[in-house]
């Protein structure tokens, strides 16, 4: 059996400066599309739906983010200002390669810590949360751990 994480999805008001965000922070923009009709409808139980669809990914090709904007039907809850311990949906998390220059990037862009800064998680990773644009709750880690060494026999 073989099973792969496609996408984690968010639903946002203002597609273009979540998006932005994001191309900001690392991620591609892969496409941008309207989506509607019977099928879509059929899938996510909504009955007629349109919705406007970003799909980023990240430079490694492994992740992907789908943000969505609703059109129709209309919203019909606000989690986003949620603490991390309600039920639902909780955190996007990226492994990054440079935790600071990222954060220094995503708080320029208006991100906010949700503590009093970056812990160290054992010897493994340096860790932090942010809520960035609409209040979307992003986790940054950078691994700590020394890279295997290769062996040339």
Do not use: K
């Not at 932005?20 to 059929?42: C, K, P, S, V, Y």
């Not at 311990?85 to 492994?95: H, S």
């Not at 208006?110 to 860790?127: I, P, T």
Request: charge should be negative; charged fraction near 25%; glycine fraction near 10%.
């Amino acid at each position: 059996m073989s099973i792969r994480l496609h996408n984690v999805g968010i639903v946002v008001e203002d597609l273009t400066a979540v998006t932005e965000f994001f191309t900001h922070l690392g991620l591609e923009l892969e496409g941008r599309a309207m989506t509607e009709g019977e099928w879509a409808g059929r899938v996510t139980g909504l009955g007629r739906q349109r919705v406007e669809v970003a799909m980023m990914r990240t430079p490694d090709g492994h992740g992907r983010l789908e943000l969505s904007r609703f059109i129709e039907p209309e919203i019909v809850a606000d989690n986003r200002r949620a603490p991390v311990n309600a039920l639902g949906y909780l955190r996007v998390m990226f492994e990054v390669d440079d935790l600071d220059d990222v954060l220094e990037r995503a708080t320029a862009r208006g991100a906010e810590l949700v503590s009093d800064g970056v812990v160290q998680f054992e010897h493994v990773y340096r860790l932090c949360y942010v809520r960035g644009p609409e209040g979307i709750l992003i986790g940054l880690a950078q691994s700590t751990r020394e890279p295997a060494s290769s062996s040339t026999e």
